[in-house]
């Protein structure tokens, strides 16, 4: 496995750019952006390259104001459309080889089964697009405690989402932080969603904070995701209690859970 640092919640006592070569310094491997700007591009294409670090994953647009995402909002289909286009360029530009879809939060008195054929529909053209530059598309269940009203929440559902797309180049993104607040056993839902998990992420809960501030047993779940064969990034995507820097002392027990 090869850990990497969400540098849109970490290292942001510094500059976006700049973040990427603090993660190399504290030892990552890589870095997820969560929404890069437009006019941070570039600068983070020449910091990737010259550091040799690579930029993961990073999200479709997620939309205006307080959007959580469109890919469920059959009203925003045109808008999410408009963003995956820009996400495609932004990912051929970062050789990103990752992006994740948020579906988002329906406005009240949308039928659910309108917003999964909307979620279905975005996906697969979603997929289509990406393919055509190498991208795996993932599809993240986030939990309503901490967002509420988004659209896919639980992991069963989020399951059966994916069997029925039955598309290779989509993937689960599996959060340890929103998995052990919707699921009563944290491995054996890493163990369910098996080879779909094709993204991993992690924090503690509750606060998402640094491993060691909260309950999960990440011991556990790493030897969940032993047993299934995962191989991929498992990225640090927490809010820091303080400096960055100070609390990294848990690097040193997740590098060797991933060996």
């Known amino acids: 496995m090869k850990l990497i640092s969400n540098v849109s919640m970490m290292f942001c006592e510094l500059p976006l750019v700049e973040r990427l070569k603090a993660a190399q310094d504290a030892g990552f491997d890589g870095v997820e952006i969560q929404f890069p700007e437009a006019q941070a591009i570039a600068p983070l294409k020449e910091a990737s390259s010259a550091l040799e670090m690579p930029i993961e994953l990073i999200n479709v647009p997620r939309g205006p104001g307080e959007s959580v995402g469109l890919a469920a909002l059959p009203a925003e289909k045109e808008a ?3 963003a995956v286009e820009i996400c495609a360029k932004q990912a051929a530009t970062l050789n990103v080889r990752k992006i994740n879809v948020l579906s988002g939060r329906p406005p009240e008195g949308v039928p659910h089964a309108d917003c999964l054929a909307m979620l279905k529909a975005n996906l697969t053209y979603t997929a289509e697009v990406m393919a055509n530059i190498d991208v ?9 405690h ?21 598309c290779p180049n989509i ?44 309950e999960i047993d990440f011991a556990a779940a790493f030897t969940a995701l032993h047993d299934i064969g995962y191989h991929g990034a498992v990225s640090a995507e927490y809010r ?19 060996a």
């Open 80 to 82: 999410y459309r408009a």
């Open 136 to 144: 795996q598309v993932m599809v993240e269940a986030v939990n309503r």
């Open 146 to 166: 901490d967002v509420p009203g988004f659209f896919l929440s639980g992991l069963d559902e989020a399951l059966a989402l994916l069997e029925e797309l039955n």
């Open 171 to 214: 993937a689960l993104q599996f959060d340890l932080y929103h998995m052990a607040i919707t699921e009563p056993d944290l491995p054996a839902a890493i163990r369910r969603a098996g080879p779909r998990i094709g993204h991993v992420q992690f924090a503690d809960t509750p606060g998402r904070h640094e491993p060691g501030t909260g």
């Open 240 to 258: 820091p209690q303080h400096n960055t820097c100070d609390g990294l002392q848990w690097m040193i027990d997740f590098k060797r859970m991933m």
